[in-house]
């Protein structure tokens, strides 16, 4: 049982300090390690919001010297990171803490990479074997989320696109996860209605993909299907009235749902990422819109693991059939589409769209094969 009055510590898979109020400990911890002269990476929204600067007013109370880099695309692009790894260096700083959601802690992630790696930052791509080079020590690195979607706090990836081909890479290794993650709920009760929809229906995304992954991996399981169980009691609370307990119940799913798709992703974030890259599309969003019919592509010969996911929705016992309508409903009752052509999808976009999905790297651990033509009739289903 969740109480919101808690503070807890929680170590999975990396120091996670969980509760209402637990930002207020980040300046002692910095003192407490012997780190002075932070560079606070956001984006250029979070950096106005008045949290933002209670956190670095307190930081400076402590005595620390800050510098913000805030300086990024809404999907973040190669030059955000190489600007901000010489700001680091510039301004000498020591340390980096990664305030906000996904984009900002990617770049945070990346620049953490960027200061002592000196080759190519797509030299570095996973998906070529990249890891290989990072050889390096890293800075001492903290994350602090601010929305209740990518889960990128406990991750240890970054996705950054190229800045002319606007194609997605990733950015991966174990020494670019957080040493400490200051998770507050308190942070995210000023999200507007529509990002907690969309992030929260990215982290719901996260967990029911983790969970139809192929492969074997009993732990992400359980840990997705209480995700998904933890989306379902809080997710509709959150956006239309929300608390403290619906906003920390997000919080933790959506850290759950990150912690559990090391086991993998699938067709959904396939058919998203294309939307993001080619439209700009906001990837919670484009997530939300995707969900209902990924999982309509994946739902026969996985009825058992549909049947389990229907129960942490609240469905009920044989419910598996009902699912993929409760994702429409739940949609709907965010006042989120449920049509591509809702979020600017033409059919003139189907081809470059199905070919970027074929070319991105979370379908091949999907439990059912996707080809080009899959992917166009999925884009067209949901047009």
Same mark, same amino acid.
């Given at each position: ?20 109020? +637990?930002? @207020? ?6 003192? =407490? %390690? ?19 600067? !209670? ?10 010297? *800050? ?66 080079? +990072? ?10 989320? *601010? ?5 990128? !706090? +406990? ?9 002319? $081909? @606007? ?8 020494? #670019? ?18 990002? *907690?929809?969309? $992030?929260?229906?990215?982290?719901? $995304? ?15 399981? =359980? ?15 959150? *956006? ?57 592509? %994946? ?16 469905? =009920? ?14 949609? %709907? ?13 033409? !059919? ?9 999905? #074929? ?25």
């Amino acid at each position: 049982m969740l109480d919101i009055k808690q503070v807890y510590s929680i170590n999975f898979p990396t120091p996670i300090r969980f509760g209402a109020g +637990v930002i @207020k400990e980040l300046g002692s911890y910095l003192k =407490g %390690n012997n780190l002075s002269s932070p560079l606070l990476v956001t984006d250029p929204n979070v950096a106005e919001l008045k949290f933002f600067k !209670e956190i670095q007013k307190n930081l400076e109370q402590h005595g620390l010297s *800050t510098e913000v880099y805030k300086e990024m695309h809404k999907n973040p692009i190669k030059s955000d990171v190489l600007h901000g790894g010489d700001m680091y260096h510039k301004t000498k700083r020591d340390c980096i803490i990664g305030i906000g959601g996904g984009v900002a802690l990617d770049v945070a992630r990346a620049i953490v990479l960027r200061v002592n790696h000196k080759r190519d930052l797509f030299d570095y791509d996973d998906l070529i074997g990249g890891d290989k080079y +990072v050889t390096e020590d890293v800075p001492h690195f903290i994350t602090v989320p *601010t929305t209740s979607g990518t889960g990128s !706090e +406990v991750g240890r990836s970054a996705i950054i696109s190229e800045d002319d $081909t @606007k194609k997605k890479r990733i950015l991966f290794s174990p020494k #670019l996860l957080a040493r400490i993650v200051f998770a507050d709920p308190l942070l995210t009760m000023e999200l507007p209605s529509f990002i *907690t929809a969309a $992030t929260g229906m990215d982290a719901l $995304t996260h967990n029911m993909e983790a969970y139809l992954a192929k492969g074997f991996h009993p732990m992400c399981d =359980g840990i997705a299907l209480e995700g998904i169980s933890l989306i379902n009691d809080s997710l509709v609370t959150a *956006t239309k009235n929300p608390d403290v307990e619906s906003r920390a119940k997000m919080l933790l799913a959506s850290l759950m749902g990150a912690v559990a798709f090391q086991k993998g992703l699938g067709i959904v974030h396939s058919l998203a990422h294309p939307m993001s890259s080619l439209l700009d599309t906001h990837h919670g969003l484009a997530n939300a819109v995707n969900l209902p019919y990924g999982m309509e592509f %994946n739902y026969e010969g996985f009825e058992v693991r549909f049947e389990k996911m229907g129960a942490a929705l609240g469905l =009920g016992s044989n419910s598996a059939a009902h699912v993929i309508p409760s994702l429409f409903e739940l949609n %709907n009752e965010l006042g989120l589409p449920t049509k591509l052509r809702d979020v600017g999808v033409q !059919e003139t976009h189907i081809e470059a769209l199905s070919q970027l999905a #074929l070319e991105d790297f979370c379908h091949p651990s999907n439990p059912k094969p996707v080809g080009k033509a899959d992917f166009a009739a999925i884009y067209r289903n949901a047009l």
